[in-house]
């Protein structure tokens, strides 16, 4: 029997002199099950919804509502849907969980601490995540290893041993010029804070704009260490990142 690491090597081989739309026809042919994107209607995602949309509108499209969203991200979701004549399926953070945190934490409590910070990625964005891919047999993302030095060893494809899974990342190879060129050519819409100095956007609260000179994702998360600016939802084998877990049960952290 062919194992998930097996096919996401395969994928990892033919990926590199393909296009973008080719990609993703590939990667559909390869994976034996449902394939999910999820999107954060950042730039590299509205250049992988435009291929999808082109070329494997088979791909379940989903996103993660944590509620604390820009009102530019919520804008550019509808416009997606209206170009593409699509609906993204939304995943929202569990309720009672999210009530306990605010209850306890505050609405901005997750500024206290790293492990507040964390439990709060964990109860708004990974464990709806989790619930997204259930049942997936491969989770296709924007990441890029030139976003940062935490992604700098993204491959096209691999094993995702959290999610019991394959991960492809069709963009791992571009720069940022290329998806910026992407996006021009083909007239895709998107989130309009990309022009105001922006160029990775995720919850309002935890996103500023960066300085000239500054890493793309040096406005996430700003007020921590550098090493620590990722949310779990993309922790590699050796990454230094442990969610808290007050109040998250163990399980799905597994």
């Given amino acids: 029997m062919v194992t998930f690491a097996q096919t996401a090597a395969e994928i990892a081989a033919k990926f ?10 590939a990667a559909s042919a390869s994976v034996s099950g449902r394939i999910t994107f999820a999107t954060s209607f950042g730039l590299e995602d509205q250049a992988i919804i435009h291929a999808i949309s082109a070329s ?7 996103t993660i509502d944590t509620g604390r969203l820009f009102p530019e ?14 609906r993204i399926r939304a995943v929202a953070p569990d309720r009672d969980r999210l009530e306990t945190f605010v209850r306890e934490y505050g609405i901005n409590g997750f500024r206290a601490s790293l492990d507040n910070r964390l439990a709060c990625c964990a109860i708004r964005k990974s464990e709806p995540l ?6 997936a047999s491969a989770w296709i993302t924007g990441l890029r290893a030139q976003q940062s030095q935490h992604r700098r060893a993204t491959p096209l494809a691999e ?3 959290q999610h019991g899974l394959i991960k492809i990342n069709p963009l791992a190879d571009w720069s940022a010029r290329d998806v910026a060129r992407y996006v021009a050519d083909n007239r895709i819409p ?11 956007i995720g919850c309002a609260p935890c ?5 000239v000179g500054e890493p793309e994702r040096a406005g996430r ?11 779990g939802l993309h922790l590699r084998p050796d990454a230094a990142l442990v969610p808290a877990r007050a109040l998250i049960p163990e399980s799905e952290f597994a």
Avoid: M, Q
């Fill in 16 to 25: 590199a002199p393909l296009t973008l739309p080719e990609r993703l026809v």
């Fill in 56 to 62: 494997a509108p088979a791909i379940d499209i989903v």
């Fill in 73 to 86: 991200t919520y804008d550019v979701w509808a416009e997606t849907e209206t170009r593409y004549g699509i």
């Fill in 130 to 135: 989790r619930r997204a891919l259930a049942g």
């Fill in 159 to 161: 094993f995702d041993e």
């Fill in 190 to 200: 998107y989130n309009v804070l990309h022009d105001r100095g922006f160029p990775s």
């Fill in 207 to 211: 996103t500023r704009a960066v300085r």
């Fill in 221 to 231: 998360w700003w007020w921590e260490e550098d090493r620590k600016k990722e949310c």
